[in-house]
């Protein structure tokens, strides 16, 4: 059986709210995130209205998925598309954190 638009619109939306729950985020906040607003997110979510390629590649960004996994069958194991800035300091930052909970785990381990 052929696919019809309104069977993609359904699945996207599917997929959209799928993600959104996944990550915890409200429609409100999933709007900020992509520049529209909670009633447009909704209405694409529930598959009643046309999405334009801007929109989708917003609302894929605000979920961290590439524009493919919104079209997916099933969007179990999207892929991130995130990337994040770290400056030297913050780095190190974190390696000293890591080194302290390595000393911690070890000295547990010998009171064990």
Do not use: C, W
């Not at 019809?4 to 959104?20: H, M, S």
């Not at 909704?42 to 961290?64: K, M």
């Amino acid at each position: 059986m052929r696919e019809t638009p309104r069977d993609v619109r359904l699945r996207v939306g599917r997929n959209i709210r799928q993600l959104r729950r996944l990550r915890g985020l409200t429609q409100e906040r999933l709007a900020e995130l992509a520049g529209y607003t909670n009633k447009h997110i909704g209405q694409i979510e529930r598959g009643q209205t046309n999405f334009t390629v801007d929109l989708v590649t917003s609302v894929a960004i605000g979920l961290s998925v590439s524009v493919g996994a919104l079209f997916e069958s099933t969007p179990d194991k999207p892929q991130l598309t995130r990337s994040v800035s770290v400056t030297d300091r913050e780095l190190e930052a974190v390696e000293q954190a890591a080194a302290l909970i390595q000393r911690t785990i070890r000295l547990a381990r010998r009171r064990d």
